[in-house]
């Protein structure tokens, strides 16, 4: 499985950015995708992720301005990240979960891709 992000790049604050992901010879399955992020000097965290039901999770901190879909080949993740923040810098990495034996998963991260938003 080979994992590519892509999209980051350097946008002022309240702009917006769209990153891809592309999980290669992954099989989308109950394990499901996210998105985390880590930020200098912080630990990686959890951003947005969808299951296999196609329901999506994240958390209260990026309600309403993230949004995590799934492309119509279910390998393929986006995060639409609007009114972006200084605070949203960080190195953003996707994550492709893969099913062993019936409950276990397999994580594949992506090399990720560097967000930078400026005042």
């Known amino acids: 499985v080979q994992v590519v992000e892509s999209g980051g790049g350097s946008v002022q604050a309240g702009g917006s950015l769209k990153l891809s992901c592309v999980a290669s010879?992954?099989?989308?399955?109950?394990?499901?995708m996210g998105w985390y992020r880590q930020a200098p000097g912080k630990e990686r965290e959890f951003v947005a992720g969808?299951?296999?039901?196609?329901?999506?999770r994240d958390t209260d901190s990026w309600k309403g301005r993230f949004t995590v879909s799934q492309g119509n080949a279910k390998n393929v993740l986006y995060l639409q990240m609007n009114s972006l923040k200084t605070e949203d810098t960080a190195v953003y990495y996707c994550?492709?979960?893969?099913?062993?034996?019936?409950?276990?998963?397999?994580?594949?991260w992506g090399q990720g891709t560097q967000v930078t938003v400026s005042s």
């Open positions: 969808i299951n296999m039901i196609g329901g999506t």
């Open positions: 010879g992954y099989i989308f399955g109950r394990c499901g």
């Open positions: 994550a492709a979960d893969s099913p062993i034996g019936e409950t276990g998963c397999r994580r594949y």
